[in-house]
């Protein structure tokens, strides 16, 4: 599904990502754990179009479509979507009048009828149900005054309605209590199946009680540099990332 | 020995000049006030930007001649509001309209002939724009809201001229005590034709009175539109003017509001968007002169190509005036590199015991917050529409009505899909 190969990566002229490789499945759930700095929120902006950045080699291949030459609307309507570690704050925009603006926009991308509005509600109101969302939420400006764990549901609340088959999950732990993170983790499982893949970043282990990866790969200094099962998880919840950090240690 | 001090008149003032000499005996009525006004422009001129007022809008060099006086009008198509009492005026010509319960509207001509004095709307300010059309508006009408009353009036304004042509309408508008009024004035205007608006829209507010004035600026795009309103707020009076502006080359909107009463209350607002080489100057003098008195200030700018915008916001609160709040805001949105926005808000303060607060903003739409919308999915022109509709939106919120508040946000709409189009 997301294949990654020899990715570099600068940012005003500073080497983020040096060569980085990465193939994510049809149906996998795969983790990427790294301390901080090793370049994991690089990656997602990266992926998802960020024009900050500068790829200065490699590829990145959507369904083996190379979506390093589309805009970030592209890559949304090509199925991909990032929740973001820091969702942003839109005064003035009502959170159901973005919820619209999205889904229509992907709809007519794919070439099929808008919802009607009675569907768009029915719609919003089950999704948002499920995450325990309050339905007067959706009337305010999108993430406004939302608290982090609030805005973390809406990013998984975005994420149930675009049904996006490459989801990339940007420390959609940091900030959330155990609730909050139980609540986020089974929509996330909600969505699980053969036809879709996640990948969920995250410094900690604890995400990954709730959402068990098929695949933990570990990053440093821009690259994977290890590859495994979810054992590895539990293996840097005891020691750490202090091997994998070289000298810089 | 001092020297005599010459002054170089400019074209347009010594046209002024002539079409005063020439038509003065044939003015109709208030023959004193016009005489008083017209010697304050002898006297000073058009202001330049040597006067502070005018720093970022040089009248003087921006309007080189005097277009002569519009033709007999012609009857020209404008928008429909469904609701209200409609008043067509075509350049600056009454041409009648629906009668409502409660509500006189009598020709301007015929209110000074009677007796009517202009002027009394500016409170102490003074300002050579409104003493030029003081000096010459013959066309307009006297509006008298019954007290009590509640009316919905739509001043329909439509400029229809073949060549340049100067129009200087006068509307004032008398709400009686407790009466409430609904006021959207609109103005619409051939593109193309470089036509000079000056027009002065009085609102004296009895006591108890509620205003909701609305100005819709749809000019032509080679227009000079100097509009002007100017308010007195009796004891707890509430007004609330707001003016959308999309259409004009060079306009300059003034607001002066005066509290005469006490505990009443004004919002002044604004939104402007601008696009090519447009000028658009919004000035605003709030006059606390008594104590009690509560103002609103919230101005949206978004400025486009190389358009110019300009805020100046001043607030007065004289020595007596004790327990004046006041809170005063604009904000501006440049979309282009060349765009420009001036802004001056200031406050002259004379008595101790107030709130009074002020800011002013000027920047480029977030680009955190474009990627993340088109993240979703949401191409940029679409995702830019959005975040300049917010921007927007939250002065046109204020708008009591809803299906004006639709009217007044489709036209923003509009606006954003023609620069996306434009590309």
Not at chain 1, 90 to 105: D, E, R, W
């Amino acid at each position: 599904m997301l294949e990654i190969k020899n990715l570099h990566v600068e940012i005003d002229g500073k080497k983020i990502l040096n060569g980085l490789n990465l193939t994510v499945k049809r149906g996998e759930v795969a983790a990427i754990m790294g301390p901080n700095g090793s370049g994991k929120s690089t990656l997602s902006y990266v992926i998802a179009g960020k024009e900050d950045y500068t790829v200065t080699e490699g590829e990145i291949r959507l369904d083996g479509v190379n979506i390093l030459e589309m805009e970030p609307h592209e890559r949304a309507h090509a199925g991909l979507f990032l929740a973001f570690q820091y969702p942003l704050e839109i005064p003035g925009v009502a959170t159901m009048t973005f919820l619209k603006a999205a889904l229509n926009a992907q709809a007519k991308s794919r070439g099929e009828e808008e919802l009607t509005p009675g569907e768009f509600m029915k719609k919003v109101r089950e999704a948002a149900g499920q995450l325990g969302i309050n339905p007067d939420m959706l009337k305010r400006p999108l993430n406004v005054g939302f608290s982090g764990g609030e805005k973390k549901r809406m990013e998984i609340l975005q994420m149930a309605l675009l049904e996006p088959k490459m989801a990339i999950l940007d420390e959609t732990d940091s900030g959330l209590d155990i609730d909050a993170l139980r609540i986020v983790a089974e929509g996330v499982n909600a969505h699980r199946d053969p036809d879709h893949a996640f990948l969920v970043i995250t410094h900690y282990q604890r995400l990954l009680d709730h959402i068990r990866p098929d695949t933990v790969h570990v990053m440093a200094r821009g690259q994977i540099v290890r590859t495994g099962g979810p054992e590895i998880a539990l293996e840097l919840e005891d020691r750490g990332y202090a091997e994998y950090l070289g000298n810089a240690a | 020995m001092a020297n005599p001090v010459v002054i170089m008149r400019t074209p347009a003032e010594t046209a002024f000049i002539e079409r005063f000499a020439a038509e003065k005996a044939a003015l109709p009525g208030a023959a004193e006030a016009r005489a008083e006004a017209f010697a304050r422009f002898e006297a000073r001129g058009l202001p330049s930007k040597r006067i502070e007022s005018y720093h970022y809008t040089d009248l003087r060099n921006l309007m080189r001649a005097m277009a002569p006086a519009a033709k007999d009008a012609v009857a020209g198509e404008t928008m429909a509001l469904d609701g209200f009492a409609r008043h067509g005026f075509s350049n600056g010509r009454w041409q009648g309209g629906d009668s409502s319960a409660g509500v006189t509207v009598e020709p301007l001509a015929d209110a000074y002939r009677a007796g009517s004095r202009p002027g009394l709307g500016m409170g102490q300010a003074s300002d050579i724009i409104v003493d030029l059309n003081t000096a010459f508006a013959r066309d307009g009408v006297v509006i008298r809201v019954a007290a009590g009353r509640h009316a919905k009036l739509h001043l329909a304004f439509s400029e229809n001229v073949a060549a340049a042509a100067s129009i200087l309408p006068r509307v004032i508008v008398e709400a009686g005590e407790g009466a409430s009024l609904l006021l959207v004035s609109t103005h619409e205007g051939t593109d193309g034709i470089a036509y000079q608006v000056n027009e002065v829209l009085e609102l004296r507010l009895g006591r108890q009175a509620k205003v909701e004035h609305i100005r819709l600026n749809r000019s032509g795009d080679k227009a000079m539109v100097l509009s002007n309103v100017a308010a007195t707020l009796a004891e707890e009076a509430e007004l609330q003017t707001m003016q959308i502006a999309l259409g004009g080359e060079v306009c300059r909107h003034q607001v002066f509001v005066t509290y005469q009463g006490e505990n009443a209350k004004a919002a002044i607002r604004g939104a402007t968007l601008l696009k090519g080489n447009q000028h658009h100057d919004s000035t605003l003098v709030v006059d606390h002169a008594v104590p009690h008195g509560e103002s609103r200030e919230l101005f949206r700018t978004v400025v486009d190509g190389s358009a110019q915008g300009v805020f100046q916001g001043k607030i007065i609160v004289r020595p007596h005036a004790q327990k004046t709040d006041g809170q005063m805001a604009s904000n501006a949105l440049l979309l282009s590199d060349d765009a420009g926005m001036s802004n001056k808000p200031e406050l002259e303060i004379f008595a101790d015991d107030v709130v009074c607060a002020h800011g002013a903003t000027c920047g480029a739409l977030d680009e955190n917050q474009l990627f993340y919308l088109q993240a979703r999915g949401l191409p940029r022109r679409i995702a830019e529409a959005l975040l300049v509709e917010a921007f927007v939106g939250e002065v046109l919120d204020t708008v009591s009505e809803e299906a004006l508040r639709e009217i007044l946000a489709g036209l923003v709409s509009g606006w954003m899909w023609e620069r996306s189009v434009a590309g």
